[in-house]
């Protein structure tokens, strides 16, 4: 696998170690003892290091919005100061200093990669084995970025990259293309852990980084499906998953989450390519059954659920020790 290499690397790979362990000093509380709350402030590598005895391998899910690096001379709320005490003299040549703008500052990266490597490991060492990360991050430092997380979690850990729009008319930071995006990158601590926690669920995400034909893979566990895109059912002759569907394809659901108990009602009115509620219907929901019906997000009608309801039968028992209806 590439490695990055930067100046102050050998030293910083480990300076989470050195930090020293603080003990909060709890100035405003309210409720602290049941509160599952806390607004930290101070220098964020030491608040990390506090947090370590209480929360390693405790927390589900982190969110983080690092500095971007994109200084610039005009514009004083994007600069940042390297304030870590690492024991080397040329990061202690950094201590105190604004870090300068693009070309005239030739240690600007190196810089932002010292600061944010320590930092990252100790949020991996406070995730859960569960637990999952979201960073946002811009173009500056998406490759650097990138490298850093592929080193501390693993590449197979990381699940995607989100494209953010932040600014549909785009943003006057670059001369030849208004940019109106930035990224987030998901990882998780272990890959392997998430997928046998949710082994077994009906419905389950399926990370893999390979095109295959998902329906090939599921049929044994889920039974025969179509794919689609939730194209809208009805009169609608264009549509070519209607035309091959039949009316009792169209279907509502009612599930009991007391009793696990799971009825289907067709309540599907073709004529006018609506759902109605039944009598039986109204029934069920004064019995405390909840109704889910598939609709398409552009039109609002409804459409036809991904699975039949033998399969969702099929699945249901299986993964159910309560009543079927």
Request: net charge negative; proline share 3%; aromatic share 12%.
């Given at each position: 696998?590439?490695?990055?290499?930067?100046?102050?690397?050998?030293?910083?790979?480990?300076?989470?170690?050195?930090?020293?362990?603080?003990?909060?000093?709890?100035?405003?509380?309210?409720?602290?003892?049941?509160?599952?709350n806390m607004i930290i402030h101070g220098d964020n590598l030491l608040a990390l290091k506090?947090?370590?005895?209480?929360?390693?391998?405790?927390?589900?899910?982190?969110?983080?919005?690092?500095?971007?690096?994109?200084?610039?001379?005009?514009?004083?709320?994007?600069?940042?100061?390297?304030?870590?005490?690492?024991?080397?003299?040329?990061?202690?040549?950094?201590?105190?200093?604004?870090?300068?703008?693009?070309?005239?500052?030739?240690?600007?990266?190196?810089?932002?990669l010292c600061m944010m490597y320590p930092r990252l490991v100790l949020l991996y060492k406070?995730?859960?084995?569960?637990?999952?990360?979201?960073?946002?991050?811009?173009?500056?430092?998406?490759?650097?970025?990138?490298?850093?997380?592929?080193?501390?979690?693993?590449?197979?850990?990381?699940?995607?990259?989100?494209?953010?729009?932040?600014?549909?008319?785009?943003?006057?930071?670059?001369?030849?293309?208004?940019?109106?995006?930035?990224?987030?990158?998901?990882?998780?601590?272990?890959?392997?852990?998430?997928?046998?926690?949710?082994?077994?669920?009906?419905?389950?995400?399926?990370?893999?980084?390979?095109?295959?034909?998902?329906?090939?893979?599921?049929?044994?566990?889920?039974?025969?499906?179509?794919?689609?895109?939730?194209?809208?059912?009805?009169?609608?002759?264009?549509?070519?998953?209607?035309?091959?569907?039949?009316?009792?394809?169209?279907?509502?659901?009612?599930?009991?989450?007391?009793?696990?108990?799971?009825?289907?009602?067709?309540?599907?009115?073709?004529?006018?390519?609506?759902?109605?509620?039944?009598?039986?219907?109204?029934?069920?929901?004064?019995?405390?059954?909840?109704?889910?019906?598939?609709?398409?997000?552009?039109?609002?009608?409804?459409?036809?659920?991904?699975?039949?309801?033998?399969?969702?039968?099929?699945?249901?028992?299986?993964?159910?020790?309560?009543?079927?209806?």
């Open positions: 696998m590439p490695t990055l290499e930067w100046i102050g690397k050998d030293k910083v790979i480990n300076h989470h170690q050195e930090v020293p362990y603080r003990i909060l000093d709890k100035k405003y509380t309210y409720n602290a003892e049941s509160s599952e506090s947090l370590l005895p209480q929360y390693e391998g405790q927390i589900d899910c982190i969110y983080i919005d690092p500095p971007y690096n994109t200084a610039h001379s005009t514009n004083n709320n994007q600069r940042w100061v390297y304030n870590d005490n690492v024991d080397d003299p040329h990061i202690k040549k950094w201590l105190g200093e604004v870090v300068g703008d693009e070309g005239e500052d030739l240690s600007r990266h190196d810089k932002w406070i995730l859960s084995k569960e637990g999952v990360i979201f960073i946002s991050i811009d173009d500056n430092e998406f490759h650097n970025l990138k490298y850093l997380l592929d080193d501390i979690f693993g590449r197979k850990n990381h699940i995607t990259t989100f494209a953010v729009e932040n600014n549909p008319k785009g943003r006057k930071n670059n001369s030849f293309v208004s940019e109106g995006y930035e990224y987030c990158l998901l990882y998780c601590k272990n890959r392997d852990a998430i997928m046998a926690k949710y082994e077994g669920r009906v419905f389950q995400d399926v990370f893999n980084g390979e095109k295959k034909d998902i329906r090939n893979l599921l049929v044994d566990q889920y039974g025969s499906f179509k794919q689609s895109k939730r194209q809208v059912s009805g009169l609608n002759k264009s549509n070519a998953l209607c035309s091959v569907s039949k009316i009792e394809r169209c279907f509502t659901i009612y599930y009991q989450p007391n009793t696990e108990s799971l009825v289907f009602l067709d309540e599907y009115d073709s004529d006018n390519d609506s759902w109605i509620l039944s009598k039986e219907g109204a029934d069920l929901l004064a019995q405390g059954y909840v109704r889910y019906t598939c609709n398409n997000n552009s039109t609002g009608k409804p459409s036809i659920p991904l699975y039949s309801k033998e399969t969702l039968l099929e699945k249901h028992s299986n993964h159910s020790n309560r009543q079927i209806e």
